[in-house]
Every structure is written in structure tokens, then in C-alpha cells.
């Protein structure tokens, strides 16, 4: 019996060790954890910009660019988006956020979206502890969860966070000065004690029974005989001290003496979106053709030069991975394309379409980046590719269209 009893002291031990010891610091990457067409078809955030990789403990960093609530949205299988909420990711609060910006609107609350809309953005973060920090920006919506842009590393350096979130004397009821990172620390404290205390009351009164010699006699049928009049008094004692501390939480927290409670602030806007320019093409793709040998993707892109000067596609962006023509290196983009003509026999075009003209592409992508990144749905109900397609002038116009799921399924090769 006392072994079974030390084997039940040391699994409870084990189990709280593992649960209560210090976590590994977060690192990167946890978005290939989502399926691919969630994070294609839903939210792209693409033109992502870092105003610096490098800054000190209390400099700011401003990530720009733009999102986009893309017209593939899968309503069969996601509800259609209506609430979204601009943000970063990171490990940890390691950046402080001191503006979000949507087409040029302060925007710090939950915002109204709708399929096919696209939002300049703006993240303004300050660093708050020293280390080297892989960011992305963020874009939550409701009932689909967060989705991420390209993420950049940045390191932080030594020095002095001043915390701007501070209210000023006189800004609340009482005149009181209150910095919002620490404010109702204590009260945070004092009832995660109450609660730890009760838990750990509640777990010896039981494990300071053989638990493996219990669990024996509730698998032979005869748990009823292991509970006493004395546990059932304890355990309704227990549900009436809960109570008694839940009642009395509450009364403390609403009394004029304790606080002056506020109500939730809700300011809820719909952002302007962000003016189309005019259109330089025509696009379709008519087939998506995944070839396992080769990991490549053969799309075949139909481009139509509704404009009066040539157009080229100059890149792809599928979730948060942008992909360029090979021999191309642009920062934050894989060079994974090779554009020629469909016709057979066709040449390396690069994508160019003249004034007017009519052509059709093959688009080879090296499948490799994508499957690395768990951006090919081959095992998904919805073996289907989704992005943008990024259409380019000399004059430095841009257009973005996009890949509809509904109209390019991806066939085995």
C-alpha cells in the first residue's frame, strides 16, 4: 500500500511540474499549424513593410501594408466575415502597441468588414524587452480566428521603456495617476491566490488517500463504498465556500467603495476602403495541376491587357508567402516562378502582356516553399489554390487580382 501511495505522490508531482514549470520561449512560425485554405482564402496581408529590424528598448517599430478580405472567402465552410481586429503577433509582450491605423483611421477596437474590401494598414509598436523577436502583423476575424502577414526577426537592444500608456493625473474619477500595464495587479494576484489555495485544499483532502488502490476498487464496481458521509460534507463544503467567495467577489467589485466601475467602451467603425485603381487586366486561371514528381504547380493564366501600356506579372503571393520570378530576389520573397507561354513550344515570356493584348501562361511554382510552409492542400477536402496575382507597368501602377479557389482546383499530375 505505501507503494502505491509514494507512485501516486510522485505521478501528482510529475503532472505539476510539468504544468507549473517555466515554458520554452515561443520562436516562430506556429501559423503552419493552420490549415492552407484557411489562411489563403480568408485574410492576405500583403506589401508588408518593418520600418527597422534593429531598435532599442523603447524605440518604435511601424509595420505597413494591406489587407485584404479576399472575395474567395469559403462561406461552405467558415461564416462570412463582419468583425475584424488589426493586431501583431509575438512571443510574448515583448512590443507594446501604441497605434493601429485603417486607411489612415485610428482604429483600436473591432472594426466592420466585408468580403472583397482592402485596407491600407499601420502598427506602431514600441519594444519592451530585450531579444531577438520574430512579428507578424495580425488580422483577426470573428469566426475564423487570426491570420498573419510576412513576418520579419527583429532585435531589440538594451535600454528604457517609457510607458506612454499611462493616464494622466485627473484623467480618472478619483484624480489618480494610473499606468494601464500594472494597474489591478494586486487584485489580479490576491484572487489567483484565493483560487490556488482552494484547488490545493480540494487536492489534499482526496490525494491524501492511495489513489492507484482506489482506482483499483472503482474498476472492480465498487466506487460507492469509497465515499464517506464526511466526503460528501466536505465536498458541499467546498461548493459553499466557492460561493461565498464568488458572491463576495462580486459585491467588492461593484461597490462604489472598492471602484467606479466603467462599462466595456464599444467603438465599432467601418474604415474606409481603400480606393481600386484602374484596372490593367483581365485574368483567369483555367486550370491548377499539382505534379508530384517535379513538386511543382502548373497554373495556366489567361491575361487580358485591358490597359494602354505592356503588363507584367511580376509576382504571387499565397497566404503569407510571396513568390517572385526566379532569378528575381526581392526581400521577404521566394523566387519560385517560371512564366512562359502556353502555346507549345512557348518561350520565357516573363508574363508581359502588350497594349490590348490577349496571351495565356503557363506559371510553374516550385511547390517546395509552399509544402514547407503546409500551403498546398493536397490533404484538405478542398484541394483548391487561392492568392493574388500582383500585375505590374513600367509607370509603376499595380494590380491585384485575385486566384479564386472556385475556379482553380488543383488536378493530380
Do not use: C
Not at 66 to 88: C, D, Q, Y
Amino acid at each position: 500500500m505505501s507503494l502505491l501511495r509514494a507512485a501516486a505522490a510522485g505521478l501528482v508531482v510529475g503532472i505539476l511540474a510539468v504544468v507549473t514549470g517555466p515554458a520554452s520561449v515561443a520562436s516562430a512560425h506556429g501559423e503552419q499549424t493552420q490549415e492552407a485554405f484557411l489562411r489563403a482564402s480568408t485574410v492576405l496581408l500583403y506589401d508588408v513593410k518593418f520600418s527597422d529590424t534593429y531598435v532599442a528598448v523603447g524605440e518604435p517599430v511601424t509595420i505597413t501594408g494591406k489587407v485584404r478580405i479576399m472575395n474567395a472567402w469559403p462561406e461552405h465552410t467558415i461564416p462570412a466575415p463582419h468583425t475584424g481586429f488589426l493586431s501583431i503577433i509575438a512571443p510574448g509582450p515583448v512590443f507594446s502597441v501604441q497605434d493601429r491605423q485603417l486607411s489612415g483611421q485610428f482604429t483600436p477596437q473591432s472594426v466592420r468588414i466585408h468580403k472583397g474590401q482592402t485596407f491600407p494598414f499601420s502598427v506602431t509598436v514600441v519594444a519592451r524587452d530585450e531579444g531577438h523577436w520574430h512579428v507578424h502583423p495580425s488580422f483577426a476575424v470573428k469566426g475564423a480566428g487570426t491570420l498573419v502577414g510576412r513576418g520579419e526577426w527583429i532585435d531589440v537592444g538594451p535600454g528604457e521603456f517609457h510607458n506612454t500608456a499611462a493616464l494622466a493625473s485627473g484623467d480618472l474619477a478619483s484624480g489618480d495617476r494610473v499606468d494601464l500595464t500594472d494597474y489591478g495587479t494586486p487584485t489580479v494576484v490576491i484572487w489567483h491566490a484565493i483560487a490556488l489555495l482552494i484547488g490545493l485544499g480540494w487536492l489534499a483532502f482526496w490525494l491524501r488517500r492511495p489513489v492507484l488502490a482506489r482506482l483499483s476498487v472503482v474498476s472492480d464496481g465498487h466506487g460507492r463504498s469509497l465515499t464517506s458521509i464526511v466526503d460528501v460534507k466536505v465536498g458541499l463544503g467546498f461548493v459553499a465556500l466557492v460561493v461565498v467567495v464568488l458572491a463576495g467577489g462580486y459585491a467588492y467589485a461593484t461597490s462604489s467603495a472598492a471602484s467606479a466601475p466603467l462599462p466595456l467602451q464599444v467603438a465599432r467603425i467601418a474604415p474606409t476602403v481603400a480606393a481600386e485603381p484602374q484596372p490593367l487586366v483581365d485574368s483567369e486561371v483555367t486550370r491548377a495541376q499539382y505534379r508530384a514528381a517535379a513538386e511543382s504547380l502548373v497554373l495556366t493564366v489567361k491575361v487580358r491587357n485591358t490597359s494602354d501600356a505592356p503588363v507584367t506579372l511580376s509576382a504571387m503571393q499565397v497566404a503569407e508567402e510571396t513568390l517572385v520570378p526566379r532569378g528575381q530576389h526581392a526581400h521577404g520573397a521566394v523566387p519560385a516562378l517560371r512564366i512562359t507561354d502556353a502555346a507549345p513550344g512557348g518561350s520565357g515570356s516573363g508574363g508581359s502582356v502588350a497594349a490590348g493584348e490577349e496571351r495565356t501562361f503557363t506559371v510553374t511554382i516550385d511547390a517546395k516553399p509552399l509544402l514547407a510552409r503546409n500551403l498546398l492542400p493536397l490533404q484538405e477536402p478542398q484541394v483548391r489554390i487561392t492568392g493574388l496575382f500582383f500585375f505590374s507597368d513600367s509607370a509603376g501602377h499595380q494590380q491585384v487580382s485575385e486566384v479564386d479557389e472556385v475556379t482553380s482546383p488543383i488536378l493530380p499530375g
